[in-house]
């Protein structure tokens, strides 16, 4: 009769661990059989309704039964354990044939890397790098500079004016003045920074670009000092075979006046697309400064001379980039930065 029964709970515990998928089905079948209110306890608590003679046989069988159950239990947690940790092996895999991850790391937009290069070229003459103010009196940006009051660029349609009297630069030459002023001779320097015009946006228009001003005062400063400088200034920038031209010009505030162009980079002067079909590229204006402007500025035009010239940033990375549209410049797309 016991032995029946256990032979009973023996195998239901086994079937049970056979079915069990997971290891909590597992601990569930040992609580129920093993445990202090298991199965195989409450046999043992049956015995005392056992005949005594009878007693050490059934609690043999008794332990038989509870050792096999746990050995296949043992075994069946084992096996179980070795599954899960399978499954979690597949799961977490490295694919270490997949490209790494890129880190993102920014770099100099366009119109930095060609001012930090005309920087360098003029570093390298010897010059200053100086900074003047994008807010200016009238006087700065036009009077000082021998720009009449009825000077077209005057106009509101070119200026922003924020009083009658106080503007945004339309022009870095405003630099030259500040500089002037401070009284101390000679002066070379390049004065790079953001001017201001009523414009059209367009490809080639913004109403807030670039440009880097120069200027040189000393004694005996000649066209000369200015063809050489500004020639040795081109070769650096766009290359040792450029070759310059001086075309006369008007700018208010120099005199003479000219207009520089360079030999076109692509075809070497022959004429190309690029520079269509011209050869020739224009680059800035320059001239030598108007004695009315020197002496304005505190300097004696008698012993003193100079030349300036006036670039415009974004047409120098335009060119050298080869970029066809400004506005390429300010949209700040990380696709189009990302090529220079
Ligand atoms: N300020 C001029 C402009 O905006 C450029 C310029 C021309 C500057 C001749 C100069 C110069 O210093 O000498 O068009």
Redesign the pocket.
Known sequence: MMKEKLEQIKAEALRQIAASDALEKLNEVKVNYLGKKGELTAVLKGMKDVLPEERPKVGQLVNETRAEIERVLEESVKKMEQMVREAKMKQEVIDVTLPARKNNVGHRHPSTIALEEVERIFIGMGYEVVEGPEVEKDYYNFEA?NIPADHPAKDEQDTFYITGDILLR????ST?VHEMEKGKLPIRMIAPGR?FRSDEVDATHSPSFH?I???VIDKNITLADLKGTLAEFAKELFGEGTKVKFRP?H?P??EP?A?MDVTCFKCGGRGCRFCKGEGWIEI????M?HPHVLEMSGIDPEKYSG??????LERIALLKYEIDDMRLLYENDIRFLKQF
């Open positions: 500079l339309t022009q870095t030459s030259q001017v440009q001003e120069g200027l010009h700018f505030f120099t006046s207009e800035l204006g320059c001239g400064v030349f300036a010239f006036g670039v415009g």
